[in-house]
């Protein structure tokens, strides 16, 4: 039933990124979908000045705005799993592949690595409500 539950449910939305340590809230992220593709762009800073600029990314994203920056790209839906796809850390201009599972409606499990996911670091996103 857990498994009907989760494909009934969709990424689609506005999701709220805390801070590893604090727990404090740190952005919002918009998840929409193009085509058959996944992708997620931050709306909101909570904590950083809203006029913050990507410093350390690299290549088309350098000193680009964070408010408005594409962090999420190419994830394909596959089952209760959306992956093969990328995120972009601003923070320190690293992209790193992912995927993404729906714990709950409101809960997804963000799981950025290089390599293999074994070695990586999991985030947990709230949908905005």
């Keep these: 039933m ?7 449910q969709s990424i689609v939305g506005e999701w709220e990124t805390f801070d590893d340590k604090t727990g404090d809230k740190l952005s919002v992220v918009e998840i929409y979908k193009i085509s058959n593709k996944y992708f997620g762009k931050i709306t909101k800073l909570y904590e950083d000045p809203s006029d913050s600029v990507c410093e350390k990314c690299e290549d088309k994203n350098k000193d680009k705005p964070i408010i408005g ?20 850390d601003p ?18 499990k963000l799981r950025g690595y290089i390599g293999f996911s074994i070695i990586g670091r999991t985030q947990y996103w709230q949908r905005k409500i």
């Design 2 to 8: 857990i498994g009907f539950y989760t494909n009934a």
């Design 69 to 88: 920056l594409v962090i999420l790209n190419n994830l394909e839906e596959d089952d209760d799993e959306y992956n093969n796809g990328t995120i972009l």
């Design 91 to 108: 923070n320190n201009g690293e992209t790193y592949k992912c995927y993404i599972e729906l714990i709950t409606k409101n809960k997804l």
